[in-house]
C-alpha cells in the first residue's frame, strides 16, 4: 500500500533563511510522480513542485527545489529566501497511474515564517 | 479560464441529515476528485469522476457518494450525518486525470455536523 510520511507537524524558519520539509513514502512502484502542494491559511492548495520518478534531476522552481532520493523514497521540499508569504501547511503527495490516479497525501507540515 | 468552484463555502448541519455539496471544475477538464481534510488525517481521497463515471473510491462508507454530469460538474452526498463527518471537502479536476497531471484545487466546502 501506498502511504505518504510528513514527520514535522510544525516548522518555522527566520525570514530570508532556508527551510527543509521532510517527506518519505512507501510504493513498490517504479513509475509514479511526487509533488508538494501549499495550502495558505483560508485559501486554495497550490501545486508547488512536482517530480517524475524517472527523472534523476531534482525538480526546482524558482526558490522552491526538492531532494528527491529514489532509493530512501525521500522527497524533502527546500525552500530558500523565505518571504512572509510562504506561510502555510505543506502537503506531499504521491500518485500512479497504476492505482488508478489517486493521490496519497501526507498530514502536511505547517510554516511558519519569523519576520 | 475560471478556477474551480465548490458551493456552499459553509454548511451547518445536524447528526442524521444529509447534505449535498457541489464542485464546478476549470472549463475543460474531464476529472473530478474530491478529498476530505481533516486536522491530524491530512487529505483523504474519497473519489474520482471522469466522464461521468467514477473511476476510483477511497476507503469510506457507503454513506459517502458522488456523481458526475455531462458538463464535468460534480456532486457529493454524505447521507445520515455524523459528528465525524465534520470537515473540509475538497474538490480537485485536472485535464483527463493522468497521474503526472496537476491538480486544481477548489476553495473547499466547511462542513460543521452538531
Known amino acids: 500500500?501506498?502511504?505518504?510520511?510528513?514527520?514535522?507537524?510544525?516548522?518555522?524558519?527566520?525570514?530570508?533563511?532556508?527551510v527543509t520539509l521532510?517527506?518519505?513514502?512507501?510504493?513498490?512502484?517504479?513509475?509514479?510522480y511526487l509533488f508538494w502542494y501549499?495550502?495558505?491559511?483560508?485559501?486554495?492548495?497550490?501545486?508547488?513542485?512536482?517530480?517524475?520518478?524517472?527523472?534523476?534531476?531534482?525538480?526546482?522552481e524558482n526558490r522552491f527545489s526538492v531532494n528527491f532520493q529514489k532509493a530512501a523514497k525521500s522527497f524533502s521540499l527546500k525552500i530558500?529566501?523565505?518571504?512572509?508569504?510562504?506561510?502555510?501547511?505543506?502537503f506531499c503527495a504521491y500518485r500512479t497511474?497504476?492505482?488508478g490516479n489517486q493521490f496519497y497525501f501526507g498530514t502536511g507540515t505547517s510554516l511558519t515564517v519569523i519576520p | 479560464k475560471a478556477g474551480v468552484t465548490q458551493t456552499p463555502r459553509y454548511l451547518i448541519k445536524t447528526r442524521g441529515q444529509q447534505v449535498t455539496l457541489s464542485c464546478s471544475p476549470i472549463s475543460g477538464h474531464r476529472s473530478v476528485s474530491w478529498y476530505q481534510q481533516t486536522p491530524g488525517q491530512g487529505l483523504q481521497f474519497l473519489f474520482e469522476y471522469f466522464s461521468e463515471t467514477q473511476r476510483n473510491k477511497g476507503n469510506f462508507p457507503g454513506r459517502f457518494s458522488g456523481r458526475q454530469?455531462?458538463?464535468?460538474?460534480?456532486?457529493?452526498?454524505?447521507?445520515?450525518?455524523?459528528?465525524?463527518?465534520?470537515?473540509?471537502?475538497?474538490?480537485?479536476?485536472?485535464?483527463?486525470?493522468?497521474?503526472?497531471?496537476?491538480?486544481?484545487?477548489?476553495?473547499?466546502?466547511r462542513l460543521t455536523v452538531l
Open chain 2, 69 to 109: 454530469f455531462s458538463n464535468s460538474r460534480s456532486e457529493m452526498n454524505v447521507s445520515t450525518l455524523e459528528l465525524g463527518d465534520s470537515a473540509l471537502y475538497l474538490c480537485a479536476s485536472s485535464p483527463l486525470g493522468r497521474a503526472r497531471n496537476e491538480q486544481f484545487f477548489g476553495p473547499g466546502t
Open chain 1, 80 to 90: 530558500s529566501d523565505s518571504q512572509l508569504g510562504d506561510a502555510a501547511m505543506y
Open chain 1, 38 to 60: 501549499k495550502q495558505p491559511p483560508s485559501r486554495q492548495m497550490i501545486l508547488v513542485i512536482r517530480q517524475e520518478a524517472y527523472k534523476q534531476q531534482n525538480a526546482t
Open chain 1, 1 to 18: 500500500a501506498q502511504t505518504v510520511t510528513q514527520s514535522q507537524p510544525e516548522m518555522s524558519v527566520q525570514e530570508a533563511e532556508t
Open chain 1, 97 to 99: 497511474d497504476n492505482t
Open chain 1, 22 to 32: 521532510s517527506c518519505t513514502y512507501d510504493t513498490s512502484e517504479s513509475d509514479y
